[in-house]
């Protein structure tokens, strides 16, 4: 959660350290730069009061920096990026130099390190828990994402549809780990903006046809053939996914997740949950409306069989009995002519 850290930014009162970790590479850039801001109003450019470190460096150098004071200003930033010094393989001396200097910071000098991978039961990791911010930086979700695309929007001189911004969350939702999902949702929107420019409004059609999508989104398209029956487009999509080299046993292990989360659906549904109670279990509300429809066109019992069948496969090529590509081509034909076997 960042809220600590929107709260310092908000108030201007920042930190002696932040430490932000996760694979949202956007994420981290955009918090630093917020961060930057609120130090350095003019901005950083010709500051001789602010550093960089990239990748490995001199500690006992940046703590010589951080001890001396701002150069005609109030503060001082260090920005240290992707250090590996919190991973658990960090140098046992800088961790100890580093722990001392935060037993006794200076006021008017910001630490801010940029990493990947945190142990967070390094001792000096929970010494700035404490004294300073550690957060893992998430894709934004919900209404904090729905937010961001719609001011971006605003900030353009553009609206959105209902299903134009279902439909870009969809196809830019990428469901894999180390993958910087704000990032290609960033640089897509971009994308749309320039594309609908002028236009004062974004349609569901130009969402499909600028939006790159990602193998999520296609996985979304496959079990929309399914539900549907439609095997010209199932195959249309499987050959568009061999021409971009996408993995099989990844689209085997995704449909198998998709048709999970919509048998979990069919129970909720069933079971006449709340919305609240579905957002919960099954994600935001444009995916609780997708399920919702998706369960119009098919039988429980059928959803089980498709998941029998793409855990049957998975274990097939996982024990490397059958090759990735066939196990799926097999999958998509039995589960769109719902075939049992």
Avoid at 189 to 195: A, D, F, I, P, R
Avoid at 253 to 281: C, D, H, I, P, R
Avoid at 309 to 331: C, E, F, Q, T, V
Wanted: aromatic letters at 8%; charged letters at 30%; a neutral charge.
């Amino acid at each position: 959660m960042a809220s600590g850290l929107d709260d310092d930014i908000k108030s201007k009162s920042i930190k002696c350290i932040y430490l932000l970790y996760g694979t949202e590479a956007y994420l981290k850039r955009n918090y630093r730069d917020l961060i930057l801001k609120v130090l350095f109003p003019e901005g950083t450019e010709g500051s001789m009061n602010y550093t960089v470190f990239n990748g490995s460096f001199d500690m006992k150098e940046l703590i010589g920096t951080a001890r001396t004071m701002p150069f005609f200003g109030d503060n001082r930033a260090i920005v240290v990026s992707e250090s590996g010094l919190f991973s658990g393989k960090g140098k046992k001396d800088d961790l100890e130099l580093l722990s001392d200097y935060l037993s006794k910071p200076e006021e008017t000098t910001k630490l801010i390190f940029l990493e990947t991978n945190v142990k967070k039961t390094l001792s000096v990791t929970k010494q700035i828990e404490k004294t300073g911010n550690l957060t893992e930086l998430l894709a934004w979700k919900g209404e904090k994402l729905k937010k961001w695309v719609l001011s971006r929007m605003k900030r353009n001189q553009l609206e959105i549809t209902r299903e134009a911004y279902d439909a870009f969350i969809e196809m830019t939702s990428v469901n894999s780990e180390n993958t910087d999902t704000m990032l290609f949702m960033d640089n897509e929107l971009e994308k749309l903006v320039s594309y609908c420019r002028g236009t004062g409004r974004v349609e569901y059609e130009d969402v499909k046809a600028i939006v790159t999508d990602c193998a999520s989104s296609k996985v979304f398209s496959l079990v929309d053939a399914i539900v549907g029956r439609d095997e010209r487009a199932l195959m249309k999509i499987y050959s568009d996914m061999q021409m971009t080299k996408e993995d099989p046993a990844r689209i085997v292990s995704l449909l198998e997740q998709q048709f999970q989360k919509l048998l979990e659906t069919e129970s909720l549904v069933s079971g006449s949950a709340s919305l609240s109670k579905m957002e919960e279990v099954i994600g935001p509300e444009w995916m609780v409306r997708k399920q919702r429809r998706l369960l119009s066109g098919i039988k429980k019992e059928d959803i089980k069989n498709v998941l029998r069948k793409a855990n049957r496969y998975d274990l097939l090529i996982k024990s490397g009995k059958m090759k990735a590509d066939d196990a799926l081509i097999a999958l998509l034909l039995s589960a769109v002519r719902r075939k049992e076997h």
